[in-house]
């Protein structure tokens, strides 16, 4: 019989716009207000920059623009989560921008349902799950998928720098 830790894992829910996305607990290293990142030249839309994180120049994304939404309009509820995202071969630290950050909540395996079919080609592999609430669904991202080769390359460039 599994026991309750098994059972369960945690997420920190975020809202970009009026929808409600999480990530594994396990991958955030901090949450931290916004503020102005410094801007890499020649770099894609969705990448805003470098952030001093305790010493480390962490490229951000605004993960609205990654998503197909529309450009983060910072506010006071705007925050950065630092991540830590462990790929094949390394870890890629990454901050994320999100419109406000909700809480820590644990989600039973059992909520999580696979990425809804919907009949035409969408790209949904970036999506781990979705979790059903009274106020509407929680989509599970999952940032390894979501970040192709190509991007991941890109945001490790300033390790070799």
């Not at 994320?96 to 989600?107: N, T």
């Not at 990425?115 to 799950?129: C, F, L, M, N, Q």
């Not at 009274?134 to 720098?161: H, K, M, P, Q, Y």
Request: charged share 25%; hydrophobic share 45%.
């Amino acid at each position: 019989m599994a026991t309750g830790m098994s059972d369960e894992a945690q997420f920190v829910t975020f809202a970009l716009g009026k929808e409600v996305f999480a990530v594994p607990v396990g991958v955030v290293r901090e949450i931290l207000d916004y503020e102005e990142l410094f801007r890499i030249p020649n770099g894609p839309d969705y990448l805003l920059g470098l952030r001093d994180v305790r010493g480390q120049g962490v490229p951000t994304i605004d993960l609205r623009l990654k998503l197909g939404l529309s450009k983060t309009e910072p506010t006071p509820s705007t925050r950065v989560l630092v991540l830590d995202i462990p790929l094949e071969t390394r870890m890629l630290s990454l901050g994320m921008v999100a419109d406000k950050v909700f809480e820590v909540i644990p989600f039973r395996r059992s909520q999580i349902e696979a990425a809804p079919e919907i009949g035409v080609r969408w790209s949904s592999d970036y999506i781990a799950g979705v979790v059903r609430r009274d106020e509407g669904f929680v989509v599970i991202v999952d940032l390894a998928r979501l970040l192709s080769s190509g991007d991941t390359a890109l945001l490790s460039v300033r390790n070799a720098a």
